[in-house]
């Protein structure tokens, strides 16, 4: 009688099957994963740029008063220079910071980010 080593072919075959299906099933689920993150990351980042013109707006009265006031907003570049928030965390993948403008919402009462209109200025410290 013949000692038999290693696996028949219908069994490689079997084996790499179930795997495939395996794969079938978890790759979809493993990118939705992933792009849920990469959405939950940015609203972060989106939040913290927000407390960052809170804390820029209350240590200049000024600028408090014209974004609750006027249509003028505070840029993240801003805020990035005056070290309130990293940027490191608002960059493209150039290195080129990102411009995001937050805006304070009259209604609502709470800052807000969204695109600008060209009529629109950053809000400025008075001299």
């Known amino acids: 009688m013949k000692k038999r080593n290693g696996f028949t072919l219908i069994e490689l ?15 979809p689920s493993l990118t939705s994963v992933l792009s849920n993150r990469e959405e939950e ?17 209350s240590m200049h009265s000024d600028i408090y008063s014209q974004i609750v006031t006027t249509n003028c907003y505070i840029s993240s570049k801003t805020l990035f220079e005056e070290n309130i928030v990293s940027y490191d965390d608002y960059h493209d993948k150039n290195g080129n910071p990102i411009d995001i403008r937050i805006y304070y919402d009259k209604e609502n009462h709470k800052y807000i980010t969204q695109e600008g ?6 809000c400025q410290i008075s001299a």
């Open 13 to 27: 075959i079997a084996v790499i099957a179930v795997l495939a299906i395996i794969m079938i099933i978890a790759i």
């Open 41 to 57: 990351e940015n609203e972060r980042q989106i939040e913290l740029l927000i407390s960052g013109a809170e804390i820029y707006a």
């Open 117 to 122: 209109s060209s009529t629109d200025s950053e």
